[in-house]
């Protein structure tokens, strides 16, 4: 076989190593998304921010399909960690929510923040190599982003006192559901 032959072949397995391990991670993460609406839902369905989280959880289950298509399609072994994530994204739900409308909101600000990110070093690393996958994250990108502006307004309309009118009102919470978003992301692309 000819060099340039060899060549192509480990360029070619280097790229599928790498869109393979994208869709692994947001296979998991977008799973554990659905998990925390879920787990929202289950205490909020029917408050004032039901229907409102219900539309995001609408997103995120296609967001999900997409990603569950493409394991099977391009048969990729799914994270061995769906079982802790779906326990931990539920919990989060249930937590957040029952500490009220808002922590439930600052929570998906929070969350959609690392996620956004996410996607956009995603997008930027993938560059023309799979068009297919480029096209899907971006899509996604932007529905996470609309998902941080609704969480946003609602709770920046629903600011109580004039304390919290500039300040991120759990702060943190927020740092810590962050930081746990990126140690999820970590864990999912190598297990
Ligand atoms: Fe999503
Ligand atoms: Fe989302």
Redesign the pocket.
Known sequence: MSKEKIGKQNSDRNIKETTDRMIRVNHAGEFG?SRIYQGQLSVLAKSSVGKTIQH?AD??KDHLETFDKLIIERRIRPTALSPIWSLAGYSLGVLTARMGEKAAMACTVAV?EV?EEHYKSQHETLGDKDPELSIIIDKFRL??IE?KSISNNFINLNKSSEAEQDENIYPLMSKAIKAGSKLAIWLSSRL
Do not use: F, L, S
């Open positions: 998304a995001m997103q995120e959609e996620i529905d996470e998902h």
